[in-house]
């Protein structure tokens, strides 16, 4: 099947489907921000798809973001019989599933803290990984708005800062990315309340933002977070050379976003991909001009 289209099927369920070139187009940037991130010397790993949902209630996940939360559970065996799926909503009774024990995280870096809790880690500890995240939204529309997206992000562990900046350099990138891609971004503040609203952490998030999103139209494609040292801390995440809770600090990309933003603003999924291409050669010439003659 062709799809010549940005909007797919399956968007009123907030589960697009990709035809071959909107695939092509969201593994070349994925590649792209991936590569950003092993030149910056990040690990690539591979976080598991599902979180156990104590784990995330550790992070205040549930008490921040309810309105954005997934779950998953299994069937009850012994009431499935009696409390089959209806035929008219296509769904089960609540009668019918076991408690739900897992998450389905609404971003990629939860994993990476959750797997490095208890570890001693180095001052400049960069990771990097793309998974699927889940929100549930009042609407989904298309590649802009959806119920299960993929999240490239490039995770900061470390010394404050390292982390702090890990984001300087990735705001530098986004902005001469989006140049050279002809994509008009606006960088705004955001107010994701990473922190207990009560703490005085939350405060200092009032007046001073820890995210920055890069909006195209009225768009978020991309993010910068700060955390401070709210997950080395509530994840035992100490550092080697102090024994103090690491810094943390994330570099996010929603590549359907992404594949939303360049569709509208090149037309087709042909000139948006030829404009990543092109985007990626003129910083690599720039790079290797900036770099100098090798003697």
Not at 27 to 56: C, S
Request: proline share 6%; glycine share 6%.
């Amino acid at each position: 099947m062709t799809l010549t289209s940005p909007e797919t099927v399956g968007e009123t369920r907030g589960l697009p489907a990709l035809g071959p070139e909107g695939t092509r187009l969201l593994r070349l940037l994925d590649d792209t921000f991936e590569g950003w991130g092993v030149a910056a010397g990040a690990r690539p790993m591979t976080m598991p798809p599902l979180l156990p949902a104590a784990d995330l209630a550790k992070l205040d996940y549930y008490d921040n973001f309810p309105h954005q939360a997934v779950v998953a559970t299994s069937l009850d065996l012994e009431r499935r019989t009696t409390d089959p799926i209806s035929a008219d909503t296509g769904r089960f009774p609540t009668a019918a599933l076991e408690p739900a024990a897992l998450g389905l995280p609404s971003a990629s870096c939860y994993a990476v803290y959750l797997t490095h809790q208890g570890t001693r880690v180095a001052d400049d500890t960069l990771v990097t990984i793309c998974s699927w995240c889940y929100r549930k939204e009042t609407h989904y529309e298309g590649m802009r708005r959806q119920l299960g997206f993929r999240m490239r992000e490039i995770v900061a562990i470390g010394a404050q800062t390292h982390a702090e900046q890990h984001l300087a350099s990735f705001t530098a990138r986004i902005h001469a990315f989006a140049a050279a891609l002809d994509l008009p971004l606006r960088k705004e503040a955001a107010c994701d309340p990473f922190f207990d609203k009560g703490t005085s952490k939350a405060v200092l998030q009032r007046l001073t933002p820890v995210k920055y999103e890069f909006l195209y139209e009225d768009l978020a494609i991309a993010s910068v977070n700060t955390h401070r040292n709210f997950f080395g801390d509530r994840c035992d995440i100490t550092l080697e050379s102090t024994g103090a809770p690491a810094f943390t600090s994330c570099v996010a990309f929603g590549l359907e976003r992404w594949l939303s933003a360049l569709t509208r603003r090149h037309g087709s999924w042909e000139s948006a991909t030829r404009a990543v291409l092109d985007a990626n050669a003129r910083l690599r010439a720039d790079a290797s001009v900036a770099a100098g003659p090798v003697i």
